[in-house]
């Protein structure tokens, strides 16, 4: 089963404002399920469903421990009948109850302590770009009663090889758009990186949005210090669109940090290859794969290879001491 990855995290609306937490994240969470149990008893769920492209969008009620919440993400429509196309007899009636002709369950899993939520990836799932309203749609109204000095951000983590792809096809550039927020735990970043990213963070400033743009009939032989720096901020927290000239082609491309998400395969099956695990081992593999996703959103592939290698290596250590002691 593949995963795509989401941050969503509560930001301070002042400088070094205090962060909601784990408990935050939580508390979020329970009155989100609260409304969606509601509304999903009275079978009224489209009432709160995000509407988009005549397709609604919502959480079922979902499952809450201490660590994480787990569910579904349903999307549907909506019909009342159905007709035949030639003589408009109807074949079918909903009656009182709202029908779908189609209907698709997406497992999700949010994790309080990273703030990221795993999204399974299938035929029908919406566009990233309505994934972030959908969860936005759906935390905002409790987000806002429990935390009224935080504002919600949704953002894709994106991969950071995309940077690297980009450099070696771009010979000039027409124009970047980009944003970029703080993150409140992420801290792999470069030291020009890591103080642009604290200053946002230290003077609550939630959004930059950035552009630069050639002349016309022009072009840029590169992008600023700033823009990159910026850049490089969005994987994890933002999202950017750029129009380059592509080295190999000679043709005008567009690069969007959404085109490229980090996606995670999470062997759902037992040793046997055949049977299915429980869902309290599910939600522990997916766990396992958020802080691969992260590092995967900040760093360059080589060096996720190179420092999960160090890890393996540094756990072989640790465990070879632990028995040395014993």
Same mark, same amino acid.
């Given at each position: 089963m593949q995963f795509c990855y989401f941050n969503v995290q509560l930001l301070p609306v002042v400088g070094d404002g205090e962060f909601v937490g784990k408990e935050g994240y939580k508390k979020v969470f329970e009155g989100c399920n609260e409304i969606v149990g509601h509304y999903w008893e009275k079978r009224e769920i489209e009432k709160i469903a995000l509407e988009s492209r005549n397709n609604f969008h919502t959480f079922k009620p979902f499952k809450?421990?201490?660590?994480?919440?787990?569910?579904?993400?349903?999307?549907?429509? $909506?019909?009342?009948?159905?007709?035949?196309?030639?003589?408009?007899?109807?074949?079918?009636?909903? %009656?009182? &109850?709202?029908?779908?002709?189609?209907?698709?369950?997406?497992?999700?899993?949010?994790?309080?302590e990273h703030h990221i939520l795993a999204l399974q990836v299938g035929k029908r799932l919406p566009a990233v770009s309505v994934i972030k309203k959908i969860i936005s749609h759906m935390l905002h109204d409790v987000s806002e009663l429990l935390y009224p000095d935080h504002a919600l951000s949704v953002s894709l983590l994106s991969d950071h090889g995309l940077i690297a792809d980009l450099n070696s096809k771009a010979s000039g550039f027409y124009n970047a758009n980009i944003?970029?927020?703080?993150?409140?735990?992420?801290?792999?970043?470069? $030291?020009?990186?890591?103080?642009?990213?604290?200053? &946002?963070?230290?003077?609550?400033?939630?959004?930059?949005?950035? $552009?630069?743009?050639?002349?016309?009939?022009?072009?840029?032989?590169?992008?600023?210090?700033?823009?990159?720096?910026?850049?490089?901020?969005?994987?994890?927290?933002?999202?950017?669109?750029?129009?380059?000239?592509?080295? %190999?082609?000679?043709?005008?491309?567009s690069f969007n940090t959404d085109d490229r998400p980090v996606q995670i395969d999470v062997d759902v099956t037992e040793d046997d290859g055949k049977t299915y695990v429980s869902e309290?081992?599910?939600?522990?593999?997916?766990?396992?794969?958020i802080p691969r996703a992260i590092q995967k959103s900040m760093v360059s592939g080589e060096n996720v290879?190179?420092?999960?290698?160090?890890?393996?290596?540094?756990n072989v250590q640790d465990a070879q001491g632990d028995m040395d002691e014993s």
């Open positions: 809450i421990t201490e660590d994480y919440a787990s569910g579904y993400l349903k999307k549907f429509n $909506q019909v009342d009948k159905l007709v035949q196309t030639y003589t408009d007899q109807t074949l079918f009636s909903a %009656d009182s &109850l709202p029908a779908s002709s189609e209907a698709y369950d997406f497992y999700f899993f949010y994790s309080f944003t970029a927020t703080f993150n409140n735990s992420f801290d792999s970043f470069s $030291q020009d990186q890591k103080e642009l990213h604290d200053e &946002l963070k230290e003077k609550g400033i939630n959004k930059v949005q950035h $552009q630069e743009k050639s002349a016309r009939g022009g072009m840029m032989s590169g992008l600023s210090s700033f823009a990159m720096a910026l850049l490089i901020l969005s994987i994890p927290s933002g999202q950017a669109t750029i129009r380059y000239l592509d080295s %190999d082609t000679g043709k005008r491309e309290e081992e599910l939600n522990s593999r997916i766990n396992v794969s290879n190179k420092n999960m290698a160090l890890t393996e290596q540094e």
